[in-house]
């Protein structure tokens, strides 16, 4: 029933930026906080930053003054803009969301397929 998307990734250059984006969409009733994270194959997948449903941001460590979430409530709709990119960053990265489907549904945990980036040097 819900989908998530995302796009924007792709190849950038050490110091670049990208701007991803996640839409959600199906049987939304309540679309709370939003999260991207990122993994690379072999190691865990890692938060990266979150929204929650009224638009307080939250940054790990190493995103703090070089990354920016927000949200599009009427597009349901998360962005993350990354600047000054490095190696580091590579990854493919996930979108999240916290969701009810229905009055009467739990609030359940949804993933996107994923994004990959790319920096090179």
């Known amino acids: 029933q819900v989908q998530l998307v995302e796009s924007g990734g792709g190849l950038v250059q050490t110091g670049g930026s990208l701007r991803l984006s996640c839409a959600a969409s199906?049987?939304?009733?309540?679309?709370?906080?939003m999260t991207w994270y990122r993994q690379v194959s072999g190691t865990e997948r890692e938060l990266v930053a979150s929204?929650?449903?009224?638009?307080?941001?939250m940054y790990a460590e190493n995103q703090k003054g070089r990354s920016t979430i927000s949200r599009d409530a009427a597009k349901n709709t998360v962005h993350l803009e990354m600047n000054n990119l490095t190696r580091d960053d590579t990854a493919v990265y996930y979108c999240?969301?916290?969701?009810?489907?229905?009055?009467?549904?739990?609030?359940?945990?949804?993933w996107g397929k994923g994004t990959l980036v790319t920096v090179s040097s």
């Open positions: 929204i929650d449903n009224v638009g307080k941001p």
């Open positions: 999240n969301a916290l969701i009810r489907t229905s009055a009467t549904s739990a609030v359940g945990n949804f």
């Open positions: 199906g049987s939304i009733f309540t679309l709370g906080a």
